[in-house]
């Protein structure tokens, strides 16, 4: 790498914490800030996702990993998460650089104004040279508020600061294209399109607690985000610049292509869905060809109990994705402007600026291939 780029490095608990012991492994630590270190000499801003917080708690709470519930790993990353930092924190400073923590909760990826508020953190720690260290706030989130896995966490982190790479460094060498112990199985060492492995890795499972399937929905967010993700086996020697060199094999996810906009892969790309919209044949081509917003009257039937300001999904009559955008209503007014009975409150609701239930300006038709998380399971609400 010559031109300066923006890096993301996630590390997964198996590789920070020894197994029966659930202490720091201090062995890797060093050959991975020593990597780090030669990075970061040769202008890149790197920022580290690490996971470890919960396993290196566990001795402080006195229960195994396989016996220890919520409430207890959540104690756990409140003793474990100093201890990891303080680790980082001794290694990094003999290889002559500073490290910060940033612990984050699903809303702070979420919601824009507080993602935009932690960007702009990272973005000074970087003016300042400090490298960040990023985890969820396990000890604060509970289950249905949770990102839960750091490979999406890393993602989104990397989606966040426009990263050019996103390294997720495993234990395995990377994606096979059938379950690894089977006979044959090949290393897939390109993927284009990752929509084409996600049932071979439902199937695979691996060490760590996103397994191979998350790692590969959270390369396609960093894809779309037009950033480009290797998964390799994080060893002690060359962690990370043993796979940039092409010494060690990996798997690749190029990224498909540069966004137009920041707020476009926020909007697109996210975590949670809040709900969708189900639209008539002249909705999708009024968003489509027209490049207008969405109107009530084009909503056939709605999904999830979303809010004002939450991103809503819109689907076509077949069940096709077409777009996705900032609801200006919540599910419960739609339902009163689409069925426009009550010409009163639509009136008052339409003094609130419009009518418009999806501006064109907070809406982004989808060209690509975008992978949907966790889909709320409340019932389809038809309108007529
Ligand atoms: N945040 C968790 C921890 O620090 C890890 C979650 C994960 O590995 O995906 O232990």
Same mark, same amino acid.
């Given at each position: 790498?010559?031109?300066? @780029?923006?890096?993301?490095?996630?590390?997964?608990?198996?590789?920070?914490?020894?197994?029966?012991?659930?202490?720091?492994?201090?062995?890797?630590?060093?050959?991975?800030?020593?990597?780090?270190?030669?990075?970061?000499?040769?202008?890149?801003?790197?920022?580290?996702?690490?996971?470890?917080?919960?396993?290196?708690?566990?001795?402080?709470?006195?229960?195994?990993? $396989?016996?220890?519930?919520?409430?207890?790993?959540?104690?756990?990353?409140?003793?474990?998460?100093?201890?990891?930092?303080?680790?980082?924190?001794?290694?990094?400073?003999?290889?002559?650089?500073?490290?910060?923590?940033?612990?984050? !909760?699903?809303?702070?990826?979420?919601?824009?104004?507080?993602?935009?508020? !932690?960007?702009? !953190?990272?973005?000074?720690?970087?003016?300042?040279?400090?490298?960040?260290?990023?985890?969820?706030?396990?000890?604060?989130?509970?289950?249905?508020?949770?990102?839960?896995?750091?490979?999406?966490?890393?993602?989104?982190?990397?989606?966040?600061?426009?990263?050019?790479?996103?390294?997720?460094?495993?234990?395995?060498?990377?994606?096979?294209?059938?379950?690894?112990?089977?006979?044959?199985?090949?290393?897939?060492?390109?993927?284009?399109?990752?929509?084409?492995?996600?049932?071979?890795?439902?199937?695979?499972?691996?060490?760590?607690?996103?397994?191979?399937?998350? @790692?590969?929905?959270?390369?396609?967010?960093?894809?779309?985000?037009?950033?480009?993700?290797?998964?390799?086996?994080?060893?002690?020697?060359?962690?990370?610049?043993?796979?940039?060199?092409?010494?060690?094999?990996?798997?690749?996810?190029?990224?498909?292509?540069?966004?137009?906009?920041?707020?476009?892969?926020?909007?697109?790309?996210?975590?949670?869905?809040?709900?969708?919209?189900?639209?008539?044949?002249?909705?999708?081509? !009024?968003?489509? $060809?027209?490049?207008?917003?969405?109107?009530?009257?084009?909503?056939?039937?709605?999904?999830?109990?979303?809010?004002?300001?939450?991103?809503?999904?819109?689907?076509?009559?077949?069940? $096709?994705?077409?777009?996705?955008?900032?609801?200006?209503?919540?599910?419960?007014?739609?339902?009163?402007?689409?069925?426009?009975?009550?010409?009163?409150?639509?009136?008052?609701?339409?003094?609130?600026?419009?009518?418009?239930?999806?501006?064109?300006?907070?809406?982004?038709?989808?060209?690509?291939?975008?992978?949907?998380?966790?889909?709320?399971?409340?019932?389809? @609400?038809?309108?007529?």
């Amino acid at each position: 790498m010559t031109t300066p @780029k923006r890096i993301v490095i996630k590390i997964g608990s198996s590789l920070l914490a020894d197994e029966d012991r659930l202490v720091p492994r201090y062995a890797f630590m060093h050959g991975l800030m020593s990597d780090i270190a030669a990075l970061r000499d040769e202008g890149h801003d790197v920022v580290l996702t690490s996971s470890g917080a919960v396993a290196l708690g566990l001795n402080a709470i006195g229960k195994p990993p $396989k016996r220890a519930n919520v409430l207890d790993k959540q104690a756990a990353a409140a003793c474990g998460q100093p201890l990891l930092l303080n680790a980082y924190k001794q290694v990094a400073l003999e290889y002559g650089f500073d490290i910060a923590q940033v612990l984050v !909760t699903l809303d702070d990826m979420e919601q824009r104004k507080r993602y935009l508020n !932690t960007k702009n !953190t990272i973005i000074r720690l970087f003016d300042r040279d400090v490298m960040p260290i990023v985890n969820e706030n396990d000890t604060v989130a509970t289950e249905e508020l949770k990102v839960g896995d750091n490979d999406r966490l890393a993602a989104k982190v990397a989606q966040m600061i426009q990263a050019d790479h996103f390294i997720i460094l495993t234990s395995v060498d990377g994606l096979y294209d059938r379950n690894p112990s089977e006979a044959g199985a090949q290393l897939v060492e390109q993927v284009d399109d990752v929509s084409t492995y996600l049932e071979v890795t439902n199937s695979v499972s691996e060490l760590g607690s996103g397994g191979m399937l998350t @790692k590969m929905k959270a390369a396609n967010m960093a894809q779309n985000a037009g950033c480009t993700t290797i998964i390799g086996r994080g060893t002690i020697d060359r962690p990370v610049l043993g796979l940039l060199s092409n010494e060690r094999p990996h798997t690749t996810c190029v990224a498909q292509r540069s966004p137009k906009s920041a707020f476009e892969v926020w909007l697109t790309d996210r975590l949670q869905v809040a709900g969708s919209l189900i639209i008539s044949p002249e909705g999708v081509s !009024t968003i489509d $060809k027209s490049g207008k917003g969405l109107e009530a009257h084009h909503i056939s039937s709605l999904h999830g109990d979303f809010q004002k300001g939450d991103v809503v999904h819109l689907f076509d009559q077949d069940g $096709k994705e077409v777009a996705r955008g900032l609801t200006n209503f919540s599910a419960d007014e739609i339902m009163v402007l689409a069925r426009d009975n009550d010409r009163k409150v639509v009136n008052l609701m339409g003094e609130r600026g419009g009518l418009e239930v999806v501006g064109s300006e907070n809406l982004v038709l989808l060209e690509d291939h975008h992978l949907v998380w966790d889909v709320p399971d409340d019932e389809v @609400k038809d309108i007529a």
